[in-house]
């Protein structure tokens, strides 16, 4: 059943469980002590997940605390498929046989625009007090900014306070604060699934929280329903089942525009979710970070502080950060907006660890003030570098038959490749993935974001025209190479790549 | 390690850290957890909350009788100066219970209108309890401008904690911030010579950072990059320590993790090496931000291992670190049941500016591999050693390391290069497993790749550093050194006189009249009521009364005006002193 850990899912030691991404073979069974324990298996339909994201850890170490090894399982297992990858990047003329990489979230068709914004001269101003010792939230200068900034594009009834503001080194950074000052040790979100997998790591490095998944399904059930809806029946369903097992839960997370799905939640929607939070104590955390990545302008996306009147504004928290929005994941720059000053004086607190260089604080104001900009060239050219790009793979994806999900919004297309699993099983999507990256395209696969049924594929399409193209030109050859997937025997670990099929 | 910029000075107890650490909320005894307890556990019932309320104010009360009764003990933030007989847990109670109250009101449940179901406690009649409401109100008045509650219900506990830790010292920084020292526009302001900055060579940085170089842009610099930081910065970061350092062997880039800032890299580690609860030795007094790193996110506690200003049988000079004392640390650690992973060392030391010889590094070093006990060796302050007769050796330096797969090195830019705004730290490890898992924490903690570039060409151009900064800085730093101890001379107060870092400990226990702590932070008041921010040793857990940490790296104005009102304080002092021995005798 998969609502279990991978742990104890997985058969005595044959073969890999799901996760085998992640699992570099496995002792499982020695008696490492976690503190986010296991329950035993409820014998209750697939409707939540408690993870466990150290299920495939196994590890002793002379040298680290008990922590430390499973912080550092986390490090090697992210690392594999990223690792082949940055060996063997793809370069135009230097490694054109190298890997395509349409796995990572990243918007890389504004380089030009930005570079050539961040170039001008108003940002390079260096002062003394931005090499000194900051307000821990954020300068006020860039916290005004921010609240100015997020006022005008969320659309907010009322202006945001530059109080209710900090500043911190990406949203990774918020969640981990988040989830540090709302929940003690063991504690949990609840998070619709599937999700953008990192957060399990953000949440659990230094705050040991969990994630509780709420399973969606591909199946349309109704008239008014789409795939992998969520609703409020199956938050119920999923808060129940984790109290069942004694987990506890603080609070819920809404990615918004979604990842990996690309969908959005319609105000009634989320007006829904924060009233089944606010009827459970729940506080919310909503990740706007592609908000501005909305590029079908008819789907309507409404950000949570546009409402006007928010059920629980003490426990409603969200986030956003320049990452996507503003193809700059490596600046590291994201921001908490909370009208609960407990939240941000605590977060803020916390920021000591999770500072941004003055200088950057500088232009990420400048970057937020230039509205003409943004309005007049920068979000006008992106959305139609984004739609093309969409419009291409998608063309792609419906000239093979591959079924997929997208609705406008962020860099990503959610395939369904489950036509290409005989079997329907974790196992063969991870081989599935393992031959996409053999061909020398890095793709994510559906376990990566919890996501209950096996072969759902995300295909990230913002990138440049040309490595676009040769990366859907790799992952079609896969495909059209199909039948071998299913001849492959069992693998019985994780092995090093197979190359006879190129 | 970076400091907080809010003056460590004027901080939360020490003491009241280590207690936070060492205890889980289950076992606090603080009357106020329970109350918190019972009244988050019961929000919905206006009648259970009355009755906690009234109860508190019961506990206020006391509070208050104990608290004119008491003598003071412990530190106090800046804005509370007014209460500063208020002190110790009381104090912290006493905030606690009136945030506590201030929640309340925030859920709108208002303390002035009187209830009709009063609770069993509720002896009072209508009028003395709306009474007592103003009481109350006044207090929360006089008490601070809070903008935040302690006890929240919303934060977990530990997320209390985080907020309660950083409130006193969050307020201060507003205080300060609110009426910080300008040349033009506010010479009454506060002179800040608490936290450790170096703000002598700004011209010189300002001008190197916009040079054109520094604005390099590609998008790999936007993107993603390698967890353990930039590629480029990692081999700059290896070279320069291998220079810097003197290193016998070539550093590896390998072993090179960089976060934002040392906190984090200390933080990061210390998570990695302990689990919660465990404890690293170290010898005090020391930088207590670092108390904070530990125990904010890890949980993980400093033992400390006390020293003697004055000079003993085992040691050459005052609060000179002995292995003996280690050995006994350790051994009164694990006597009291702790599990000690390792050791904390700061070279040159922050706050005595001791450097350590090779000899005694050796056998430092010798002592934990004895014990297999990691170190972690903090060298924030390695090129800010500006007396020419002071040789430092770098970790680094050795020849042979007697435990490399244990043994950590820190450094960042923030006060070899007075830019602790630029949020740098980097950790040097021979450890693969203890780089790698640090190297996960490189999502929350990471540097933005336009500082990462940044940092490469400022470490990378050598000519620069050799020939305009580190002299100009050296010269610069000797200059305001001389010009403090001259005066600290001239008044003939000791203190010690070594030659690094930005700071000088002195000795004010001729000011003490008795010498204790409590008098102690009554001086320490005294300076921040003229307006000038100092640290009191106790923030450094110093176990003798009467010390202070003087930040002397600041333009010579400032300086200038900043010993003038530490001048006049000590006469006041001195004055008070005079008048209360004779009133003594008399009493008698």
Redesign the interface.
């Known amino acids: 059943m998969f609502a279990l850990p991978e742990k104890e899912s997985r058969a005595p030691s044959t073969c890999p469980g799901p996760a085998s991404t992640q699992d570099l073979d496995s002792n499982c069974g020695d008696g490492l002590e976690r503190e986010c324990s296991r329950k035993p298996d409820q014998k209750l339909p697939e409707l939540y997940g408690v993870g466990d994201p150290t299920a495939g850890f196994s590890s002793n170490s002379s040298h680290l605390s008990s922590r430390g090894g499973i912080i550092k399982w986390f490090w090697d297992s992210a690392e594999a498929g990223y690792r082949t990858y940055h060996m063997d990047e793809y370069d135009e003329d230097k490694n054109p046989s190298g890997i395509i990489n349409l796995g990572t979230s990243e918007n890389k068709l504004c380089f030009d625009l930005l570079s050539k914004r961040l170039s001008q001269s108003d940002m390079l101003r260096v002062e003394p007090a931005l090499l000194q010792y900051p307000d821990w939230r954020g300068h006020l200068f860039l916290r005004e900014e921010v609240a100015r900034f997020l006022s005008f594009y969320c659309k907010s009834p009322v202006p945001l306070q530059a109080e209710n503001v900090v500043v911190l080194n990406g949203c990774a950074s918020v969640f981990s604060a988040l989830a540090t000052v709302l929940c003690e040790v063991g504690e949990a979100f609840l998070i619709p699934a599937p999700y953008y997998g990192a957060i399990t790591q953000h949440v659990c490095l230094y705050g040991n929280v969990r994630l509780v998944s709420v399973y969606l399904d591909s199946e349309v059930t109704g008239p008014d329903t789409r795939p992998f809806q969520l609703t409020v029946e199956k938050l119920e369903m999923a808060l129940q089942g984790a109290n069942s097992q004694g987990i506890k839960v603080k609070g819920l997370i809404l990615i918004n525009p979604q990842n990996p799905l690309g969908d959005i939640y319609s105000p009634a929607e989320l007006q829904n979710f924060l009233e089944f939070a606010k009827r459970h104590e729940l506080h919310v955390m909503v990740d706007e970070v592609y908000m501005l990545s909305v590029f079908e302008e008819s789907v309507g996306y409404r950000s949570v502080l546009s409402l006007e009147r928010l059920p629980d504004p003490q426990r409603t928290h969200v986030m956003w950060a320049t990452s996507k929005d503003f193809g700059m994941s490596g600046l590291r720059f994201g921001t908490l907006y909370t009208e609960n000053r407990d939240v941000a004086t605590a977060v803020a607190s916390l920021c000591r660890y999770h500072g941004l260089s003055g200088l950057v604080q500088h232009q990420m104001a400048q970057l937020l003030r230039d509205r003409d900009w943004i309005n007049q060239v920068y979000l006008p050219e992106n959305h139609a570098r984004l739609k093309a790009a969409h419009t291409y793979v998608a063309g792609e994806l419906r000239a093979l038959g591959i079924p997929f999900l997208s609705r406008g919004a962020g860099f990503f297309i959610w395939a369904d490749l489950r036509k290409y699993l005989p079997e329907g099983s974790f196992e063969e999507e991870r081989r599935l993935w393992r031959r996409f990256l053999d061909h020398k395209v890095l793709v994510s696969f559906g376990k990566a974001f919890e996501c209950k049924e096996p072969g759902w594929f995300r295909l990230v399409f913002s990138d440049k025209a040309h490595r676009l193209c040769l990366g859907m030109q790799r992952v079609r050859q896969v495909l059209e190479g199909k039948s071998q997937v299913a001849e492959d025997p069992p693998a019985c670990q994780t092995q090093e790549p197979r190359d006879r099929h190129r | 390690m970076?400091?907080?910029?809010d003056g460590e000075g004027s901080s939360q107890p020490v003491e009241a850290k280590t207690k936070a650490q060492g205890m889980s909320h289950q076992s606090d005894v603080l009357p106020c957890d329970q109350l918190r307890d019972q009244v988050i556990g019961n929000q919905s019932s206006h009648t259970q909350l009355m009755e906690t309320l009234l109860h508190l104010r019961q506990t206020v009360d006391d509070c208050i009788t104990q608290l004119t009764t008491r003598p003071p003990q412990l530190d106090l933030p800046l804005e509370e100066q007014r209460h500063n007989q208020a002190t110790g847990e009381q104090e912290a109670f006493l905030r606690r219970v009136v945030n506590l109250l201030q929640s309340g009101a925030m859920w709108g449940l208002g303390l002035q209108a009187p209830r009709p179901t009063l609770g069993p406690r509720d002896d009072a009649g209508g009028g003395q309890q709306a009474q007592l409401s103003r009481q109350l109100d006044q207090l929360v008045h006089q008490l601070s401008h809070l903008?935040?509650?302690f006890v929240?219900h919303?934060?977990?506990?530990?997320?209390?904690d985080?907020?309660a830790?950083?409130?006193s010292k969050?307020q201060d920084?507003k205080t300060y911030?609110g009426d910080k020292y300008h040349e033009d526009k506010n010479t009454m302001g506060f002179i800040n010579l608490g936290?450790s900055?170096n703000?002598l060579c700004?011209d010189l940085?300002?001008e190197r950072?916009?040079r054109s170089d520094?604005?390099h842009?590609?998008?790999?610099?936007?993107?993603?990059?390698?967890?353990r930081g930039q590629p480029f910065l990692r081999e700059e970061v290896a070279r320069f320590l291998t220079y810097y350092c003197k290193s016998p062997a070539r550093l590896d880039p390998e072993n090179v993790v960089v976060l934002?800032?040392c906190?984090?890299v200390f933080?990061a580690l210390a998570?990695?090496?302990?689990?919660?609860g465990?404890a690293l030795l170290t010898p005090t007094p020391f930088f207590g931000g670092l108390v904070?790193?530990s125990y904010?996110?890890?949980k993980v506690e400093l033992m400390p291992v006390h020293l003697d200003s004055e000079i003993t049988d085992g040691s050459a000079r005052p609060f000179q670190l002995t292995v003996d004392k280690l050995e006994q640390a350790l051994l009164e650690a694990t006597l009291k049941g702790k599990k000690v992973?390792g050791l904390l060392l700061i070279n040159p030391q922050n706050p005595l500016g001791d450097v350590y010889s090779r000899d005694s590094l050796e056998e430092y070093l010798e002592f934990a591999k004895r014990y297999n006990l990691?170190v972690i060796i903090d060298e924030l302050y390695m090129l800010s050693v500006f007396d020419d007769s002071v040789t430092f050796h770098s970790v680094l330096s050795m020849e042979s390391l007697p435990d490399p797969?244990?043994t950590h090195m820190i450094w960042g830019t923030s006060k070899d290069f007075?830019?602790?705004?630029?949020?740098?730290g980097a950790l040097y490890t021979h450890?693969k497993?203890?780089a790698?898992?640090v190297?996960?924490?490189g999502?929350?903690?990471?540097?933005?790749?336009?500082?990462q570039y940044?940092l490469c060409r400022l470490l990378q151009d050598r000519e620069w550093i050799d020939k305009v900064y580190l002299p100009t800085n050296h010269s610069r730093l000797k200059a305001a050194h001389r010009y403090i101890t001259n005066k600290l001379k001239a008044l003939k107060i000791p203190f010690l006189n070594r030659g690094s870092g930005l700071y000088v400990w002195m000795n004010l226990k001729e000011y003490l009249q008795p010498c204790t702590f409590e008098e102690e932070l009554l001086l320490h008041h005294r300076f921040l009521g003229n307006k000038l921010i100092l640290s009191p040793g106790k923030t450094y857990m110093c176990k003798e009364p009467g010390w202070f940490r003087l930040i002397f790296s600041d333009k010579p104005l400032p300086l200038k005006l900043a010993m003038h009102r530490f001048y006049e304080v000590l006469a006041e002092q001195k004055r008070d002193l005079r008048v209360k021995q004779l009133e003594d005798p008399q009493k008698e």
Do not use: W
């Not at chain 2, 007075?418 to 740098?424: A, E, K, L």
């Open positions: 970076d400091e907080t910029r903008e935040v509650a929240s919303d934060l977990s506990n530990r997320g209390i985080i907020s830790f950083e409130r969050f920084f911030q936290v900055e703000k700004t940085m300002t950072l916009s520094m604005n842009l590609e998008d790999a610099l936007l993107q993603y990059s390698d967890q934002s800032g906190c984090s933080s998570t990695v090496l302990c689990d919660p465990e904070m790193g904010l996110y890890s992973r990691h797969n244990r007075g830019i602790s705004g630029f949020r740098f450890n497993e203890v790698s898992a190297s996960s924490f999502f929350l903690n990471g540097i933005s790749g336009i500082t940044k």
